[in-house]
């Protein structure tokens, strides 16, 4: 592409927020100065044309499925503490249901929760969970279907495996910064939440992203779950928002989960499901499963 000035200070701009932001420093900076920018179409003139190649171009060199550009014709958002981001997540919640899909009860003691697109931010996100396990109540066996399940943060992961971690709180997670600084997440149990002795199953999919996988990995790791499924899709570095224009917008991933009970996390493995079986399959499969799907008990920490 023939590229103008102003082109120039928004790839400019791009790779100033990756080499400053990403959390691998050496990485980040390794990356920003290798993406090439002359063969993708102008930000100026095709903005969604070049966030999706530029997203492209981001990946083959970072392997990091949050590093990316989107494109926002209602405009773009800077931070995810901004009003804009604020207002847009407030409006999610109430068409998504803070992903809360849909609650039903399989049978009567089987209850089945569907989580997408995405787990809202909290405290959005609050109602919603608190309304699901009012209507799970009383159930002995609970599917939790993550396959449509893109994303979520950790506030609301920690909020919604209060529900299910026993009575006392549980160390989930750490986020530690580029920095070395790191904040601690765990749950906090619920009033409603499901007594120990329901078994939990988790469905998941090639496509299970970020906030969904980190959901999986916790159940998995504390083993009050049996997951059942795909290996999820590796994303686990939480991210920041950067307004490059009126409507392009770079996430670059600025920290890193690091699990309270492996010490480490599922970025660029997946979560690796207890029993592998194609993603359509995973429903019927939890279903039909003749052995207990968690062994009595579960473990909180090594």
Partial sequence: MH?????????????RQVRDGYVF????????????????????????DFAAAATAALYN??????????????????????????????????????????????????????VAPYLSPMPMAQPYVDAAFALLSGVERLVIDLRAGRGGTPETVAYLCGFLLGEESVHLQDIVTRDGSAQQFWTMPQHDRLP??????????????????ELAYNLQSTQ??????E???????PVEIFRLSDVLEVTVPVARSV????????????????????ADEALERALGFDTPLVPHGYSTSL
């Avoid at 000035?5 to 791009?14: F, H, N, P, S, Y």
């Avoid at 901004?82 to 919640?93: G, H, I, L, P, T």
């Avoid at 009050?224 to 499924?229: D, E, I, M, Q, Y």
């Avoid at 699990?259 to 194609?278: K, L, Q, S, Y």
């Fill in 25 to 48: 420093p050496d990485h980040g900076m390794d990356i920003a100065d290798k993406f090439a920018a002359d063969d993708l179409p102008s930000p100026t003139e095709r903005p969604a």
């Fill in 231 to 237: 290996t999820t899709g590796g994303g686990a570095h």
């Fill in 61 to 114: 060199l970072s392997r990091d499925g949050h590093l990316r550009v989107r494109h926002r014709a209602a405009g773009a958002m800077d931070g995810f503490d901004s009003e804009a981001c604020r207002e847009f997540y407030a409006a999610e919640a109430v068409t998504n249901a803070a992903g809360m899909q849909s609650v039903s009860r399989l049978d009567k003691t089987t209850g089945l929760l569907v």
């Fill in 3 to 15: 590229i103008t000035e102003r082109d120039q200070q928004l790839i400019d701009d791009l790779r």
């Fill in 259 to 278: 699990n309270a009970v492996t010490g480490t996390n599922w970025e660029g493995i997946g979560v690796v499901p207890d029993v592998p079986v194609a």
């Fill in 224 to 229: 009050r779950a049996t997951v059942f499924g």
């Fill in 196 to 213: 120990d002795e329901v078994e939990v199953a988790v469905l998941t999919s090639s496509k299970t992203f970020s906030g969904c996988e």
